[in-house]
């Protein structure tokens, strides 16, 4: 069939420079960097003209790249929206007609075919189909099959699992894979929306725009296909990273400015360099993953394997390398795509698993814990009770020993002075005291501790009574002094502990000092604090030995007693006498004397 340039798309047919081609025709083998309007002319002859069984007539189109118009004979068939730019964007578009039987002549007919484009663009005519209308449209809908259904499905697809994937993403940023893959399927969502989504280069004002668009988009889905392959192969390429990020910018700036005819050796170039990219990043992938041998990494090589075949296939196609008439990548891709999902999705339920399963130990650990902390917690309470019950025996037996210890001392001490001038109401008053200290022991260990006494002197009056007596018939000159008013804040048990103190230390002295002369005193210990001093010109003792043998319970009991009230105790003795300093530190509540 012929073809010759035409003045315009709204000129006649030439009258010369017709030139025989073969479908499918690309203008850029024969008039290299041409624009405008190229008419094809297909003659042919009715064959079954004015037969009652003439067949109804068809013909079917693969493709007028870009714009175009079918005529037969002077009859339009049919004419895109727009042979001037925009131009109307039919290179992927298959069509059908029916030849109306009125239409035809007897002998010769010529079906005209207009198309309008540049050689930029791979304009051109693509096979035509001449014959019964049944032959006709199975063509067409096979052609319209791989051109047009497929590449929409697989633009589904891609929207679908780019959504899927990127909410994944956006859940668990640290799987920088599936961020990747989703903007790679979104990437490749613009750039097939080239084949299926519009007839018009809408926003843009001329296809020369929309190809510019398209290709940048190109760059974009390369680039981070290439991303996506080294995430998930747990690669990391830094360098790398950023000589593709660096060359894919400068590939979109270029794409974006210059001007014909430096525009169409860029774009070529730059179509030639990321299928390159593209099929290199696949071999690597399946390199890196007979390395790795991990099952996902072998599964998506296998994948990758598919993805170059087509994109082998598919670049030699589109470079009039082979003659194909179908796009192995409209078939492959939506099961390849469909396969990488998988193998995403996969480990994605393995993560999970594995999620899932740590929590479980850890919940189990945290049980184990818990019953564990449990038992040491009921351990040592029950150790804790034992400590107090001890604790209890202990204080009881030192309150017996010095307070109603003492008591029994002082009173047999007493009786022994006395002799047999002691009467009844002396034994009364004794046994009195000796009933007055037991309920003053029962009272403290029943919670019912006894008030503290208002000053030092109505504290120390007791004392000073059951004992001055003795310290008298003994011969043994006593000395009180008192403040007028108690130094510091002392509390009830600290008041109680000074008085055990103080008994068992003139118990001591009853027994043990032979002393003439005692003085007890109270006074003001510094700022916040008391001191109890007890002191006799007695014949001493050796207050280490004392205190370590077995018989010296007293002392270790005041020492004690002292340490439970938050005080301290000193002990000077020898051979001039005894002296025992209890300090104790409470807060501040005056200070006097008398």
């Known amino acids: 069939m012929p073809a010759a340039p035409g003045a315009g798309p709204e000129a006649p047919p030439p009258i010369d420079g017709w030139q025989p081609v073969t479908l499918p025709d690309l203008w850029s083998e024969r008039w290299p960097g041409f624009e405008g309007t190229v008419w094809y002319r297909i003659d042919w002859q009715r064959p079954c003209a004015g037969r009652d069984d003439e067949p109804q007539l068809g013909v079917a189109f693969d493709y007028l790249s870009m714009a175009g118009a079918i005529s037969l004979n002077d009859n339009l068939l049919w004419r895109d929206a727009s042979l001037v730019e925009p131009l109307s964007r039919s290179w992927n578009t298959p069509r059908v007609f029916f ?55 697989n633009l ?75 995430h998930f192969g747990d690669q990391r390429f830094p360098r790398l990273s950023r000589v593709l990020w660096a060359v894919a910018a400068l590939a979109v700036a270029a794409i974006a400015l210059l001007a014909q005819p ?11 360099v990321y299928s390159l990219l593209f099929m290199a990043v696949c071999v690597q992938f399946i ?58 999705a996969g480990g994605f339920t393995r993560s999970l698993r594995r999620v899932e399963s740590f929590n479980d130990d850890l919940a189990r650990e945290v049980r184990g814990a818990r019953t564990e902390l449990a038992d040491t917690l009921s351990r040592e309470h029950r150790l804790e009770l034992d400590n107090v019950r001890l604790h209890e025996r202990l204080s009881v037996a030192h309150d017996l020993h010095d307070g109603l210890g003492s008591s029994l001392v002082r009173s047999i001490a007493l009786v022994e002075q006395s002799g047999e001038a002691l009467r009844r109401p002396q034994y009364l008053s004794m046994f009195k005291s000796l009933r007055d200290d037991l309920r003053q022991i029962i009272d403290t260990h029943s919670g019912g501790a006894a008030p503290v006494a208002a000053t030092p002197t109505q504290w120390l009056a007791p004392m000073r009574h059951r004992f001055g007596r003795l310290f008298e018939e003994m011969g043994m000159r006593s000395h009180w002094q008192t403040p007028a008013a108690w130094p510091c804040a002392l509390s009830a048990r600290q008041v109680l502990g000074l008085t055990r103190l103080l008994e068992e ?19 003001a210990d ?35 007693r002292m340490t439970r009230i938050g005080g301290t105790l000193q002990i000077d ?9 209890a300090r104790v530190r409470a807060p501040v509540a005056g200070a006097g004397s008398s």
């Not at 796009?327 to 891709?333: E, I, K, L, M, S």
Request: net charge neutral.
């Open 99 to 153: 030849l109306p039987a009125a239409a035809l002549n007897p002998g010769t007919n010529t079906l005209w075919v207009q198309v309008v484009g540049g050689s930029m663009y791979g304009s051109g005519l693509g096979r035509v189909v001449l014959g019964p209308a049944d032959e006709a449209v199975a063509y067409h809908d096979e052609r319209r099959l791989f051109a047009r259904v497929l590449p929409a499905v």
């Open 156 to 230: 589904v697809m891609s929207i679908t699992l780019g959504c899927f994937f990127l909410v994944l993403w956006l859940m668990r940023r640290q799987e920088t894979a599936y961020g990747w893959y989703a903007l790679s399927a979104i990437a490749w969502l613009v750039f097939a929306s080239n084949t299926v989504v519009s007839t018009l280069p809408w926003p843009f004002g001329s296809t020369d725009a929309w190809s510019r668009w398209i290709t940048a988009w190109m760059v974009l889905y390369v680039s981070c296909f290439c991303m996506f392959m080294w």
């Open 262 to 272: 430096a525009l169409s050796v860029a774009t070529l170039a730059v179509f030639i």
């Open 287 to 344: 390199l890196r993953a007979l390395d790795t041998k991990k099952t996902e990494h072998l599964l998506l090589a296998l994948c990758a394997f598919g993805f170059l075949v087509a994109a082998v296939h598919d670049a030699l196609m589109i470079l009039r390398v082979i003659d194909d008439r179908f796009g192995y990548t409209v078939v492959t891709a939506p099961l390849i795509m469909i396969g990488m999902s998988l193998i995403l």
């Open 505 to 523: 230390a003139l118990a001591n002295v009853v027994k043990h000092s032979r002393a003439h002369t005692l003085r007890v005193q109270l006074m």
């Open 526 to 560: 510094g700022e916040a604090g008391v001191l109890l001093s007890i002191e006799d010109d007695g014949v001493g003792f050796d207050a280490v030995a004392v205190g370590s043998s077995i018989g010296g319970l007293g002392l270790r009991s005041m020492q004690a």
């Open 573 to 581: 003795a020898g051979d001039g006498g005894t002296r025992l300093e």
